[in-house]
């Protein structure tokens, strides 16, 4: 048995950590300087312009706010889906995380209405750095939310048979997809009040 | 439970039974990932090569037709073997483009690293194995679409590897692609990043511990960390290129901007110097990251052929983490020319001067492992020497260019050309052929031909140095780097012109230098001498694996038992003890993890 791979489902001792928690927060740091160097573009371009709009004269900030509160509750019950498993109650797992890929289509669709409606009023990337910047933030942040969704449409559905066979590493999976939704959420936190509010 | 028990140990069977496709092509055996990175990382250099003896030609013979292939290469590239400008201009952005991103760092990174370190360290592979399938097939995405890329319309990039914004986006579509290209080969060493770090951190044997892990894992794993944290800006900077491009956004684009006496329509408010701060943000560190494996590979040929430890492991260990926290705050040395300010250059100017310490602490540790060794000049070991002053070299002319008066004069020209290819090329690259000698052995079972590494050595260094000192003189002299003529057009160039003729003839005489090491290197396959687990009687634990190692690496998991480099330890009955084998000395202390200090006064 020398070809498995230790410390993929249990700890190792001295690190306190398993493989894929490890792993996840690495990505994670990577992330931090994706979105970092993308708002440090942002301080740099609204910094050099002689006019950069308020935020909220161009963007629709009462939308924006109902998606922080979507974005914010399907944390928690990303949370609670998690703790479910770790009270081995499968079904409540189902019902949470179920409630959580709903959270982020409902998400979804309002940015959709916001980004058709900006299209409606003619207001394009190429339109101002500001809407360059609100564009291409919003789109990757919205990429990030589509993989996050992926994956925890998969793990409630295809995905979740994998609690029978493996209840410990189905659990880890459910943490480290928590921990990269949470970030997505997080990043949002950021986005909404440099792009809408100030 | 006993039912799944049961289900997850047939699909363990069925996982054995790998067919031809799963074993050699869709692998997910860090070995095989890193013999499939070095190889396509050799076919990428060998490539990048090729791009730059066509340029060399045209700087030596500016104007006259190439011989032989110059026709084939088609009218809108060299339209009866002239090379047209643009032409040129794509060679020399997708040379350095090749070089780096397709060429040195995934033979360094993803070739090495893959291949020894788990072995290293004892793991059975990398902690995620598929996410290391994954990470090559990026690469080798990357790579085809940016090969791809000559054949679109207008070529393939042609704004320098750099890629410095207005020029790269209003350049023709090859532009786009690149950007795409980046795009895979970002992801591919975003994957591979996480997982040597979580390797290195999750998959170290009893024992070792990190003070006992030999240079190369050091190496391999504070460069991930610069993969990890320096990419993804570049990523964001390529993101804001593309829209700029695709969208037509102005991230990078001034109001006003004129290009052929029109004026470009777009919303205008962006900064092309944040494109330059982006693309340096990652292209430092980067710089690192070509060196730092070459320095692991390195310390490891120099231990084991002086048959002592290193000189200073633990100062060398502390300077590369501080080398590598300093790589983020120098970026802007390479900008003292934009206008950005004294107060800038002279903060980005101190930290510069500061980064060059740990590099000679390490350097001078490597030469001071010499002293004093019974070296033995094997192949192997005579690349890693050379190593020494030609990153020398490389380094000391880095100075003045990170003086910011002094980079006044040099900005630009074939010094800094000169500068940056000594330390990639007789530097680096000189250190991964040591590398591959000396690793050879351990991936095939089988010694590389001592006589024809020798002549593959001694002519490459020779060639070496007639392709890059000329450089410096021409630099110094003022001639400007991407200069499709060479600097004809140039009065102040007219002294030095000769020299370019030089440098070209040593060009092609560096490229059949490499004809013994292809031979070399595949008819020591078949032909080379057989060895056994440990031919170099080295001490670290990948030479206690069978050669090749077979798929988990080790019988038993192994054990450290001290420190990676006792060699020459006093009492012992050969010069080598390795780390993997429990204490053999007759007197002494009998507890096998007692730390270094114990062998040197035994």
């Not at chain 2, 060479?486 to 160039?493: D, I, L, N, Q, R």
């Not at chain 2, 050669?547 to 080598?576: C, I, K, L, M």
């Amino acid at each position: 048995m020398s070809e498995a791979i230790p410390y993929t489902v249990d700890i190792r001792p001295d690190t306190g950590l398993n493989n894929v928690k490890l792993g996840m927060w690495l990505f994670l740091a990577s992330e931090v300087m994706l979105f970092g160097a993308l708002f440090a573009g942002y301080i740099l371009l609204r910094v050099g312009s002689e006019d950069w709009p308020a935020g909220n004269s161009i963007l629709n900030v009462p939308l924006a706010t109902l998606n922080t509160i979507v974005l914010i509750t399907s944390s928690v019950t990303m949370v609670m889906s998690w703790a479910s498993l770790l009270r081995k109650s499968f079904d409540k797992y189902r019902l949470y995380m179920g409630a959580t890929v709903l959270l982020v289509v409902v998400f979804l669709v309002i940015k959709t209405i916001e980004y058709s409606a900006k299209f409606d009023h003619h207001l394009y990337p190429s339109t101002s750095t500001f809407l360059a910047i609100y564009f291409t933030l919003t789109a990757l942040h919205g990429l990030h939310v589509i993989g996050g969704m992926a994956v925890n449409a998969y793990l409630w559905g295809p995905g979740a048979k994998m609690w029978r066979s493996a209840p410990e590493q189905f659990t880890n999976r459910v943490e480290a997809a928590g921990l990269f939704w949470h970030f997505v959420d997080l990043v949002w936190i950021f986005l909404f009040p440099v792009l809408y509010l100030l | 439970m006993g039912e799944n028990h049961e289900t997850t140990h047939s699909e363990e069977h069925h996982h054995q039974e790998l067919g031809f496709w799963r074993t050699y092509v869709f692998s997910v055996d860090h070995k095989v990932i890193g013999i499939q990175y070095a190889v396509t990382g050799l076919s990428f250099l060998f490539f990048g090569f090729c791009l730059m003896l066509l340029m060399r030609w045209q700087l030596a013979y500016p104007g006259e037709p190439f011989p032989l292939i110059g026709k084939l290469l088609g009218d809108s590239r060299m339209p009866g073997g002239i090379m047209l400008p643009e032409f040129y201009n794509q060679l020399g952005a997708m040379h350095g483009t090749i070089m780096v991103f397709l060429g040195v760092v995934p033979l360094a990174v993803g070739g090495f690293g893959n291949f020894v370190l788990p072995l290293q360290i004892g793991a059975p592979d990398m902690a995620f194995p598929r996410l290391n399938m994954a990470s090559y097939w990026s690469y080798f995405l990357g790579g085809v679409v940016m090969f791809l890329s000559f054949f679109v319309p207008g070529g393939a990039a042609q704004s320098g590897w750099t890629s410095y914004p207005p020029l790269s986006v209003i350049a023709e579509s090859g532009q786009t692609v690149w950007l795409l290209g980046m795009v895979f080969l970002i992801t591919s060493s975003l994957l591979g990043s996480v997982n040597f770090i979580v390797t290195v951190i999750q998959l170290r044997v009893e024992g070792l511990t990190f003070m006992r892990l030999p240079f190369f894992v050091w190496s391999q794993f504070v460069t991930a960390f610069l993969l990890l944290l320096a990419f993804p800006p570049l990523e964001a900077a390529a993101f804001m290129q593309l829209m700029d491009r695709v969208a037509n956004t102005s991230f990078f684009m001034p109001a006003g901007l004129v290009v052929s006496g029109q004026l470009v329509e777009v919303s205008g408010g962006g900064s092309p110097l944040l494109w330059q701060h982006l693309f340096w943000f990652l292209a430092h560190p980067e710089v690192y990251v070509l060196i730092l494996p070459a320095l692991g590979i390195v310390a490891e040929v120099i231990a084991n052929n002086t048959r002592k430890p290193l000189w200073g492991y633990k100062s060398m260990v502390y300077s590369v983490l501080f080398l590598a926290f300093m790589s983020f705050i120098v970026w802007a040395h390479h900008m003292f020319l934009t206008g950005m300010g004294t107060v800038m250059s002279a903060f980005f100017q101190t930290t510069t001067m500061i980064i060059s310490i740990p590099s000679v602490v390490i350097i001078t540790a490597l030469l001071l492992s010499l002293w004093g060794g019974s070296i033995r000049f094997n192949t192997p070991m005579l690349f890693a020497l050379a190593f020494l002053p030609m990153f020398g070299i490389g380094g000391l002319t880095g100075l003045p260019l990170g003086l910011a008066a002094a980079d006044i004069h040099l900005h630009d020209t074939y010094y800094v050309i000169g500068h940056f290819h000594y330390v990639v090329a007789p530097g680096t690259i000189f250190a991964l052929f040591a590398g591959i000698y000396y690793w050879y052995p351990k991936a095939t079972g089988r010694k590389m031909s001592e006589f024809l590494g020798k002549l593959h050595f001694w002519p490459s260094l020779l060639f070496m140095n007639g392709i890059f000192l000329p450089m410096f003189i021409q630099g110094l002299a003022g001639v400007q780097r991407r200069l499709f003529d060479g600097g004809v057009s140039y009065a102040h160039a007219e002294p030095v012109l000769f020299l370019n003729k030089v440098m070209t003839h040593s060009a092609w005489g560096l490229a059949i230098a490499q004809l013994p090491f292809v031979i070399n290197f595949f008819l020591s396959l078949k032909r080379g001498e057989k060895v056994g687990s440990n031919p170099w009687q080295a001490t670290t634990i990948e030479w206690l694996a069978p050669s090749p190692p077979p798929h988990g690496n080790f019988a038993n998991v192994p054990v450290a038992y001290r420190t990676p480099y006792e060699y020459s330890v006093p009492g012992q009955a050969s010069d080598y003890h390795p780390q993997f084998e429990p204490d053999r000395r007759v007197a002494g202390p009998p507890d096998p993890g007692e730390p270094e200090a114990a062998p040197a006064t035994a």
